[in-house]
């Protein structure tokens, strides 16, 4: 997609949610040579972007800008100009209230091609997040957008309040929260009534998005009262009042609740959907990450002998993913365990093995020893040859079971987990603040690895946990973190990331009357 002189696409990145960038906002993330983004657009975004992209943050925050207009124009021109493939990444729509058009100009005449990739504006996904269609045919059928600041070296206002105040149903104000006063005052002195039902939407469409409603006359102290600040949108018109019945969004079971997943970054991206769809904002620190061992002969020895074994039994979706990575990289295929018989403990590990074509023909419930011993009484395993390819750090419960049974087992590492202390500075601090409601453990390792980011003693541990729930995946990791000094408030019945998801859920229902 490089091209000699370059190209620029200005790409509205959407209104906070990563999930409404259109796909081919998404496209240009993925091929730009250089990614200048603002404020608004969704961090989240920028993990699509390529490895070596570079990366430029430009502000724009309610006037606070890194980089001023004039200065953003010239450096997305520069870069153009140099041949790269520049993604110019804007929250919401480029063409609504977001400079695009200057952009553009600027990019014509210096004669840089240019695309415009538009996004969904805050303007309307802000109201549809917090239940307030915009045209509804028993209220209005008309709408204006309106700038909630003008250029302040205007001599004169080009809004027409007179027309906003009688001529249009709903009106939508971008931009507008410092100037509230002035735009209510302006509506009410000409002729819109006082009782007219007002909101304002902050972080709209964001876990953070917070709603507060009044009339044109109290929303000012309203909003005041509940100390609402920028960015926010403001919608004025009758349809506000259908906000207590269609309110979806800021109703969901986690809704406001800040999640640390300290799964490792690779793996974390289900739990991270299950919890985000119920309505919380995730914090990724994962604390481990899962590598191939240093020594992978014992492996392909395995691998090389695989006729010898009666049963192979995988402990985990790593130890699939693992196994079946080195076995294809040996030039073998799933053909080479046909003698064999198979066991995934828990359901994840053998969905993750029918995605290899292998149904199990035993799956314990849990990794634990009485589980297996369950799941293997009705087979005769004495002097059967196992092979039990697993983590190196792996907890020694399931090899010393199977050989009381009278199993020859052989225990193989398959994969390795590493600890990572990225932002591990960032994470005491939010702790510190209380910003964090809840952390997630779904294996030992993930445990130890975090309690490994945090000062060490047990007093220093009790402050900065104190009112932070710890949700565990299940018992063994939760004895893991009792036996480190948390304190576990939830543990996951069914031993999955959807059974953890479940049981944060359960945990903070309400309880019925």
Not at 471 to 497: C, M, N, Q, R, W
Request: proline share 6%.
């Amino acid at each position: 997609m490089k091209m000699t002189n370059g190209k620029v696409y200005l790409v509205g990145a959407g209104p906070g949610d990563p999930g409404l960038i259109t796909v081919k906002g998404l496209e240009c993330i993925r091929c730009a040579d250089t990614i200048i983004y603002d404020y608004l657009a969704a961090p989240a975004l920028l993990k699509y972007a390529p490895e070596n992209a570079e990366l430029i943050y430009v502000g724009k925050k309610g006037g606070d800008h890194t980089l001023s207009q004039d200065g953003i124009n010239a450096l997305i021109a520069e870069k153009a100009k140099s041949g790269l493939v520049v993604t110019r990444l804007k929250g919401g729509d480029p063409f609504i209230f977001g400079r695009g058009g200057e952009e553009a100009e600027i990019l014509l005449d210096e004669g840089v091609p240019f695309e415009v990739v538009p996004g969904v504006t805050s303007a309307i996904a802000a109201p549809a997040y917090a239940g307030i269609p915009l045209t509804h045919r028993d209220f209005t059928s008309t709408l204006a957008f309106v700038t909630g600041h003008e250029d302040p070296t205007k001599a004169e206002t080009s809004i027409d309040w007179a027309s906003l105040a009688k001529g249009i149903g709903t009106l939508v104000f971008l931009m507008g929260v410092k100037n509230l006063p002035n735009i209510t005052r302006n509506l009410l002195e000409h002729g819109m009534n006082a009782d007219t039902p007002v909101a304002l939407v902050r972080w709209g469409t964001t876990p953070g998005q917070m709603t507060v409603t009044g009339t044109l006359e109290t929303i000012v102290e309203e909003v005041k009262a509940a100390g609402l600040k920028a960015p926010a949108i403001i919608v004025v018109g009758n349809v506000v009042g259908l906000r207590q019945r269609l309110k979806w969004f800021e109703n969901r079971p986690l809704m406001g609740k800040r999640i640390v997943v300290t799964r490792a970054r690779e793996q974390a991206s289900d739990l991270v959907k299950l919890l985000s769809d119920l309505g919380a904002e995730c914090l990724e620190y994962p604390t481990i990450k899962v590598t191939p061992p240093e020594d992978r002969n014992p492996l392909d020895m395995a691998l090389e002998n695989l006729s010898e074994y009666d049963w192979i039994v995988f402990t985990s979706v790593n130890g699939v993913k693992f196994f079946f990575e080195r076995l294809f990289e040996k030039g073998k295929d799933v053909r080479a365990l046909h003698q064999l018989r198979t066991a995934a403990i828990g359901p994840a590990t053998a969905k993750r093995l029918r995605d290899f074509g292998l149904n199990s023909d035993i799956v314990p419930e849990s990794y634990r020893a009485e589980s297996v011993v369950d799941a293997f009484e009705n087979e005769e395993i004495k002097g059967k040859k196992i092979l039990l390819p697993r983590a190196k750090e792996a907890r020694p419960v399931l090899p010393v079971e199977l050989r009381k049974m009278g199993a020859m087992v052989d225990e193989v590492t398959t994969y390795c987990t590493k600890a990572v202390r990225d932002n591990a500075d960032v994470l005491v601090t939010q702790l510190k603040e209380g910003a964090i409601d809840i952390v997630t453990f779904t294996s030992s390792s993930t445990v130890r690895n975090f309690r490994s980011l945090l000062p060490p003693g047990d007093d220093a541990l009790k402050n900065l946990m104190q009112g932070v729930t710890i949700a565990s995946i299940g018992p063994v990791t939760a004895d893991t973190a009792k036996e480190l000094g948390f304190d576990v408030h939830i543990s996951a019945e069914s031993y999955t990331i959807p059974g953890l998801c479940e049981a944060i859920q359960q945990y903070y229902a309400p309880i019925s009357a």
